[in-house]
C-alpha cells in the first residue's frame, strides 16, 4: 500500500546535489518522493523521527527550495547537509564538519543569534553568532573526527590550495560550501531553529582542475550535462579526473549518511 507524505516533520534535512542525498535517503522506511517544481523532496521515517530530505540544487537556488521544503512539510528544525570543501590542514577527507557560525562569503553577512528550539537534536550554541547544533551528547557518541568553527558560503568552487588558504586567512573559517548560508537564512525567516552538517570531500591541499571546478560549480544539472559532453570532447583525460572525483564524493556521502543516522537517532 502506498505511503502517505507527511506533511509535518520533525526534521528537514536540506542537500544541494542528489549524489550527497542518496545514502541517507535510501535509509528512510516508509518513504515517499514528491517532485515540487524544482525540488525533490523524500519524506520517511529515520528512527522514531519524521524527516524531509530534500535536494535543493547548487548555491543560491537551495533558498527557494529550502522556503518549499518549510511550507509544504513544517519542519520543526532544518539541517544544512552534504559536502564541503576543508579549508583548515587538520580537516582530512570524511572529516564531519558542524557548523557554529556562518557567512557569505560575497556580502560578509551573519545571521542573527538563533534561539533555543525544535527537536531535542538541536541546542543552542555559545559564541557570538550561535548556530544550533545537534546535541553535544550525541557529537560526543560519534566514533568519527568532528571538527566545529565557521562555515563560509561561496559562489563558485574554490579550487585551489592557495585560494583556500587565502579563503581560510580572510574569514578564519574551516570549510567553505556553496548552500549553507542560504539554507540558514531561509530558515531563520522562516522561525526555525537550523544547523549545518557537513563532510569534508576535498582538502585543503586537493587541487580540483580548473574546467572541472566550473563545471561543478553550474547550479542546473541540465547545464552541467553539456557542460560535462563539451569537456570531455575538448578534454578527453577529464573523465578520469571527474570519476575520481565521484567516486571520493560518494564515499564521503555515504559515510555522512550513517553519521546523520547516528545523530539523529
Do not use: N, Y
Amino acid at each position: 500500500m502506498p505511503q502517505p507524505m507527511i506533511d509535518r516533520v520533525d526534521i528537514a534535512i536540506v542537500f544541494a546535489l542528489d549524489l550527497e542525498a542518496a545514502p541517507l535517503r535510501d535509509r528512510l522506511q516508509d518513504a515517499v518522493r514528491l517532485q515540487a517544481r524544482d525540488t525533490a523532496v523524500t519524506t520517511g521515517r529515520l528512527g522514531d523521527r519524521t524527516v524531509a530530505i530534500a535536494v535543493a540544487g547548487m548555491g543560491k537556488v537551495a533558498a527557494r527550495a529550502t522556503r518549499q521544503v518549510i511550507d509544504g512539510h513544517r519542519p520543526a528544525a532544518v539541517i544544512a547537509a552534504g559536502l564541503c570543501g576543508g579549508l583548515s590542514p587538520h580537516l582530512a577527507r570524511g572529516t564531519l564538519v558542524v557548523a557554529d557560525r556562518v557567512a557569505h562569503v560575497a556580502s560578509a553577512k551573519r545571521p542573527p543569534t538563533m534561539s533555543p528550539g525544535g527537536t531535542e537534536l538541536i541546542t543552542a550554541a555559545a559564541g557570538p553568532v550561535g548556530l544550533t547544533l545537534p546535541d553535544p551528547a550525541a557529537l560526543a557518541r560519534l566514533s568519527c573526527a568532528v571538527a566545529r568553527g565557521l562555515v563560509v558560503t561561496a559562489d563558485a568552487v574554490v579550487a585551489t590550495p592557495d585560494a583556500k588558504r587565502t579563503l581560510a586567512d580572510e574569514t578564519g573559517a574551516i570549510a567553505v560550501d556553496m548552500e549553507s548560508w542560504w539554507i540558514v537564512d531561509e530558515a531563520l525567516q522562516a522561525g526555525r531553529p537550523v544547523g549545518v552538517v557537513r563532510a569534508v570531500s576535498d582538502t585543503v591541499d586537493t587541487a580540483i582542475p580548473a574546467d572541472i571546478a566550473t563545471l561543478a560549480g553550474m547550479p542546473h544539472a541540465m547545464r552541467r550535462v553539456g557542460a560535462a559532453m563539451r569537456l570531455l570532447w575538448r578534454r578527453p583525460g577529464a573523465i578520469v579526473e571527474l570519476a575520481e572525483l565521484r567516486d571520493q564524493a560518494h564515499r564521503v556521502a555515504d559515510d555522512l549518511a550513517v553519521r546523520l543516522t547516528e545523530l539523529l537517532a
